[in-house]
């Protein structure tokens, strides 16, 4: 069973910081890439950063600058900083864990935190 737990949401203002997190409950934490999504309201989730067990990272082209994922193994974390935060950047954001094994292919998702950038 994998089990991905969100937090740190909240309110903040236009160009204002926070720090998400997600805590996996999940056996050999290190064999999953990790991986930051996001829906806004009448909008199609997207992937905001995702991070291998080696630490190799991706991100959306327009979030580059100003997000950064990251990842403890030691303590089945990973964590999403965000910076610099535009009205746009508000929707729920989505802890996903990928598996890709011999067997097929496994994504688990968390149950999301609202993030909201208003004034």
């Known amino acids: 069973q994998v089990q991905l737990v969100e937090s740190g949401g909240g309110l903040v203002q236009p160009g204002g910081s926070l720090r998400l997190s997600c805590a996996a409950s999940?056996?050999?934490?290190?064999?999953?890439?990790m991986g930051w999504y996001r829906q806004a309201p009448w909008k199609q989730r997207e992937l905001v950063a995702a991070i291998t067990s080696g630490g190799s990272t991706n991100y959306a082209d327009s979030l580059k600058r100003r997000f950064t994922i990251s990842r403890d193994n030691a303590k089945n974390m990973v964590y999403l900083q965000m910076n610099s935060l535009k009205p746009e950047d508000t929707a729920v954001y989505y802890c996903n864990a990928h598996l890709d094994r011999w067997s097929g292919k496994y994504d688990y998702w968390g149950q999301g935190t609202q993030v909201t950038v208003s004034s």
């Open positions: 999940v056996r050999t934490f290190s064999s999953y890439a």
